[in-house]
């Protein structure tokens, strides 16, 4: 099956809080997106609340609920104690774990599996209990024994972080040479039983090659880019661009 897109509402969310006013509309643009054929809406709660805010998220699990039955809320953050409890209070369907620093801008590597084995492995096996997947950030590096722990600690998927092959649009050779890795890397996490996400500077552009490469791929989640399109060709057009070089039939 084609990989499943998830819209990133942080940038809406980051532009609407310029100002002190209800627009652009997080929600709004959620269910615009949700319209067009997206499968899923996705969100990173990050501490100083510079883009979602912890009181979007009981109104995008509401819209999701009431609106749009069989398609999914991600949230994605460090599992901080805050995290958690919003992880317990809004149930999404899918948990993405990164090890962001509060500071960062923004995701910008993958776990360090060895080092923290315990710490996922506890906070795995507490949103397990509450019956939400786990999908944990990683590199794209085809490491075996990483991913092996990966494995170990219960996620049920990988999201491969994609920011370096977006960072090479004007290098096709480059390019072409991430590409390989990540499809490595997945085809390392196929063989261990983990499925595979994918995320960061994702664009119509790129994707086609990472979705040949990785024709298992579950799910793209992607925000910048495809907000950035936005501005140009709507909403919703550009969810069904985004669908399309997915390898959906929209």
């Keep these: 099956m084609p990989a499943k897109l998830s819209v990133n509402l942080n940038a809406i969310a980051m532009l609407r809080n310029r100002r002190d006013l209800p627009w652009p509309s997080v929600t709004g643009l959620g269910r615009i997106a949700l319209q067009a054929g997206a499968s899923g809406l996705t969100v990173h709660p990050r501490p100083d609340q510079r883009h979602i805010r912890f009181s979007d998220l009981a109104p995008i699990r509401s819209l999701i609920d009431t609106e749009f ?47 923290n084995h315990n710490l996922l492995g506890n906070i795995v096996g ?28 219960g996620a049920d998927r990988i999201e491969l972080y994609t920011g370096p092959y977006g960072g090479c ?20 996490a196929f063989e261990l039983g983990l499925d595979v996400n994918a995320g960061h500077d994702l664009t119509v552009a790129n994707l086609p090659a ?17 907000t950035a399109d936005a501005l140009e060709h709507g909403m919703a057009e550009t969810v069904r661009r985004f669908c399309r070089a997915c390898g959906q039939d929209v």
């Design 126 to 153: 507490r949103l397990k209990k509450l019956g939400l997947r786990v999908s944990v950030f990683a590199d794209g590096d085809p490491d075996r024994e990483a991913l092996t722990i990966a494995k170990e600690v």
């Design 69 to 115: 039955s069989g398609t999914e809320f991600n949230i994605e953050g460090f599992p901080e104690e805050g995290f958690m409890r919003l992880v317990e209070e809004h149930r999404p369907e899918q948990v993405t774990l990164v090890p962001d620093d509060p500071s960062q801008a923004t995701s910008d590597h993958g776990w360090d599996f060895r080092k």
């Design 169 to 188: 649009y004007d290098d096709p050779a480059e390019a072409a040479r991430i590409v390989e890795r990540l499809g490595e890397t997945a085809d390392i």
């Design 210 to 226: 990472l979705v040949a490469r990785i024709p298992r791929l579950a799910e793209v989640s992607i925000g910048h880019g495809l």
